[in-house]
T-cell receptor, first 110, second 114 residues
């Protein structure tokens, strides 16, 4: 069985500070990892996926298989980054049945 | 743009009532999902469907059933609502075999059971 752990419920930083949202996973096979974001009063949406190795809105995430982690990082936080962030895992090749973590609220203060 | 529409944004029901939550997607997606979103618990999968008339249990199916008679529509049914089913319910859809893991979500249906 797969599991996604987001150890923190809330992260509060000042604008311009670096951000790291932690995500650890447990899965015996080769997983695909994702970060989803939900801004206030908006629907949940995909932020980025590890296979794309892309930077979205200044966020990056690197899959570390040795540490089974997929932490989300941004060097300089902006107020508009304030949102709920969910890490999610899918077994490779599966029909995108995602297992989500419990989520973390990021609050960026001016 | 992919659109996933949940017909009811807010519902208030009484214990024991039968509740229907409807979800429609307009992108011909094969896969559809129902999640429950609770503070501190994240998103938990209730049921999903890979095709018309097909359904599979997710992680927390107890107290729920689903119906998928048409490809674009996926209904969640609470046969006898209970107070512990008060929650935000999210419907999602995706392409079959999508390895990108991109689920498209609806805006959610907030259900309160009194």
């Amino acid at each position: 069985a797969q599991r996604v752990t987001q150890p923190e419920k809330l992260l509060s930083v000042f604008k311009g500070a670096p951000v790291e949202l932690k995500c650890n996973y447990s899965y015996s096979g080769s997983p695909e990892l994702f970060w989803y974001v939900q801004y206030s009063r908006q629907r949940l949406q995909l932020l980025l996926r590890h296979i794309s190795r892309e930077s979205i809105k200044g966020f990056t995430a690197d899959l570390n298989k040795g540490e089974t982690s997929f932490h989300l990082k941004k060097p300089f936080a902006q107020e508009e980054d304030s949102a709920m962030y969910y890490c999610a895992l899918s077994p490779a090749g599966a029909n995108s049945k995602l297992t989500f973590g419990k989520g973390i609220t990021l609050s960026v203060r001016p | 743009d992919v659109k996933v529409t949940q017909s009811s944004r807010y519902l208030v029901k009484r214990t024991g009532e039968k509740v229907f939550l409807e979800c429609v997607q307009d992108m011909d997606h094969e896969n559809m999902f129902w999640y429950r979103q609770d503070p501190g618990l994240g998103l938990r999968l209730i049921y999903f469907s890979y095709d018309v008339k097909m359904k599979e249990k997710g992680d927390i199916p107890e107290g729920y059933s689903v119906s998928r008679e048409k490809k674009e529509r996926f209904s969640l049914i609470l046969e006898s609502a209970s107070t512990n089913q008060t929650s935000m319910y999210l419907c999602a859809s995706s392409y079959a075999g999508a390895v990108t893991g991109e689920l498209f979500f609806g805006e959610g249906s907030r259900l309160t059971v009194l």
